[in-house]
C-alpha cells in the first residue's frame, strides 16, 4: 500500500513542477488534469468516496474546461 | 533581486511547515466526527453520513457555498459583459463532436439526475450531479457554437432552485425548530424515499450548480478575448 | 516509510510548487495555475484528518454501517472547498480575459506598468516610482561652483 501510494505522490508532483515549467499551454494544463486525477485516487485510498467523485468531476472535467476554454480565447491553444 | 528574495521566502515556507509537521498530531480523533458516526443513522436517516453532515448538521455552509458561486457567477458575468451580436463566431465542431453531443445529452442527463437523487445513499449528491448536469447542458453549446444557451432559462432555474432550498429551511423555522433542520418523515434507512427533506434539499442544489456553471461556461466560451 | 509522512509530503509539496509559482511567475495564466496547485494542496492536507486505520467510508452498504468508519466532518468541508476553488478559478479565468481585452498582454510586469500610468494619468498626478531605479543625477551639482 506505501508503494502504490508513494509512486501516485511521486507522479503527482513532478506533473504538478511540469504545470509551471511547460512552455506549451496545452501540455501545462494536461498535467494538471494528471494532478487532479491522482487526487482523485488518493481520496478513495483516504476513505472518501464522496469527495473523490466531487474531485475528478470539478478537477479533471470542470476546471480543465474552463481552463481550455480560456486558453481558445486567449489564443494560447496552439503548439 | 526578486528571484532571491522568492527563493528566501520558499525556503522560510518550508522551515515553517517542518516545524508544524513536529509539533502537530495528524490523523488524531477529533471530538465531533465519531459522535456523528454513531447517532447519524438515527438522528437523520440518511445511508451516506457525509450528506447528512453537509446537509442537516452543517448545513448553513452548504446555503453559504450556495451563495460563493452564486457570487462567482455573477462577478463573471459581469467582468466578461454580453457578446456583440456581429461578433465572429466560432465554425461549428465536426461530425463526431455533433452526433456525440446529441447522443450524449439524454446520457448526462439521466446520470446526472441519478447522482442527485440518491444523494442520500450512496456516494454522490447535488454538487457532482450539478457538475454532470452542468456539462450536459453545456456539450451542445461546444457542439454548435451558434446556438446559444438562454440565459434566462438558466437564471430563472437558478433562482427558483436557490429559493426552493432557502424556503424549505424556513418550513423548518415555522416549526419551531432551527432553520434548515430536516423535516418530513425519516422512513427506513437505505430505501429512495427516507431522510425527510434531504433529497430535496439536494436536489435544489442540484438544479442551482447545474444551472449556475452551464451559464458561467456558456459565458466564457462566448466572448471575445480582444477589442 | 510511514504512509502518513507520504500524505503530508504530497499536501505540502503541491502548497509549496502553487506558492512558488504564483510568487515566481510573470505569465498571468502560470499564476492561476498555481493558484489551483495551491487549493488541490490545500485540500489534501484538510482531508488528512478522516482518515483511520482500517476505517471503511462512511456509506450505508449492504443493509449496515461498517464498524469502524472514517471521520465524514472533514469530508464534508473538503466538498465545500472543491467547489469555492471552481469559483475562484471562474474569477480569475474572467478577469485574465478581460485584462487581456484591455491590454493585449498578460506579462503581468507589463501590465502593471501600464496600469499605474493609466491610474495616474486618470488621477493627474505622477505615477509612483520604482525603488529599484537609479537615483537622479543632480544637475546643481555641475553647475554649482
Redesign the interface.
Known amino acids: 500500500m506505501e508503494w502504490l501510494v508513494l509512486m501516485i505522490v511521486i507522479v503527482m508532483l513532478l506533473s504538478a513542477v511540469a504545470v509551471l515549467l511547460m512552455k506549451n499551454f496545452i501540455a501545462a494544463l494536461a498535467a494538471l488534469s494528471v494532478v487532479s486525477l491522482g487526487m482523485s485516487v488518493l481520496f478513495v485510498i483516504l476513505r472518501a468516496p464522496d469527495v473523490a467523485m466531487t474531485e475528478a468531476a470539478i478537477g479533471a472535467g470542470l476546471s480543465s474546461l474552463m481552463f481550455a476554454l480560456a486558453l481558445r480565447r486567449l489564443g494560447l491553444w496552439k503548439d | ?1 526578486r ?1 532571491i528574495t ?1 527563493a528566501l ?2 525556503v522560510g ?2 522551515v515553517l ?1 517542518a516545524a508544524v ?1 513536529q509539533q502537530m498530531n ?5 471530538l ?3 459522535a ?2 454513531a447517532s ?2 438515527q438522528q437523520v436517516g440518511a ?8 446537509l442537516a448538521f ?1 448545513g448553513f ?2 446555503l453559504l ?1 450556495l451563495t ?2 452564486f ?3 455573477t ?2 458575468g459581469l ?2 459583459g454580453k457578446p456583440r451580436a456581429d461578433a465572429p463566431r466560432d465554425p461549428d465542431a465536426g461530425f463526431i463532436l455533433q452526433a456525440g453531443a446529441d447522443l450524449f445529452f439524454p446520457l448526462l442527463l439521466v446520470v446526472g439526475l441519478y447522482i442527485i437523487l440518491h444523494g442520500h ?5 447535488g ?2 450531479g450539478g ?2 448536469l ?2 450536459a447542458f ?1 456539450i451542445p453549446v461546444l457542439a454548435r457554437p451558434g446556438t446559444t444557451l438562454d440565459h434566462h432559462a438558466v437564471s430563472l432555474i437558478e433562482g427558483l432552485a436557490g429559493a426552493a432550498f432557502i424556503l424549505i429551511g424556513l418550513l423548518a423555522m415555522l416549526g419551531g425548530e432551527v432553520f434548515l433542520t430536516p423535516l418530513l418523515d425519516k422512513g427506513e ?2 430505501a429512495l424515499f427516507s431522510a425527510g427533506t434531504l433529497p430535496l434539499l439536494y436536489l435544489a442544489v442540484g438544479l442551482k ?1 447545474g444551472a449556475e ?1 452551464a451559464g ?2 456558456a459565458q ?2 462566448a ?5 | 516509510m510511514d504512509l502518513t509522512l507520504i500524505f503530508y509530503v504530497a499536501a505540502v509539496g503541491l502548497m509549496l510548487i502553487g506558492s512558488a509559482g504564483i510568487v515566481l511567475s510573470s505569465h498571468l495564466l502560470r499564476i492561476i495555475f498555481g493558484i489551483a496547485l495551491l487549493e488541490t494542496g490545500a485540500n489534501l492536507l484538510l482531508l488528512l484528518a478522516t482518515y483511520r486505520e482500517g476505517a471503511a467510508a462512511p456509506i450505508w452498504v449492504n443493509g449496515k454501517f461498517p464498524l469502524a468508519m472514517a471521520d465524514p466532518v472533514p469530508q464534508a468541508l473538503v466538498l465545500t472547498a472543491i467547489v469555492i476553488s471552481v469559483g475562484i478559478l471562474a474569477v480569475t479565468l474572467s478577469l485574465a480575459l478581460r485584462v487581456h481585452r484591455a491590454y493585449g498582454t498578460l506579462d503581468i510586469r507589463d501590465i502593471r506598468q501600464r496600469m499605474e500610468q493609466d491610474i495616474a494619468d486618470a488621477a493627474g498626478i505622477d505615477m509612483p516610482g520604482s525603488s529599484e531605479a537609479p537615483l537622479p543625477v543632480y544637475s546643481s551639482a555641475e553647475s554649482g561652483s
Request: charged share 10%; no cysteine.
Open positions: 533581486m528571484r522568492s521566502f520558499l515556507l518550508a511547515v509537521y495528524l490523523l488524531v480523533t477529533p465531533a466526527g465519531d456523528i458516526n447519524a443513522g445511508g451516506n453520513i457525509v450528506t447528512a453532515v453537509v452543517r455552509d452548504t457555498e460563493i458561486l457570487t462567482a457567477a462577478v463573471g467582468v466578461l445513499l450512496t456516494p454522490g449528491g454538487f457532482q457538475v454532470v452542468a456539462a453545456f434507512l437505505g450548480v456553471l458561467l461556461l466564457l466560451a466572448t471575445e478575448a480582444t477589442d
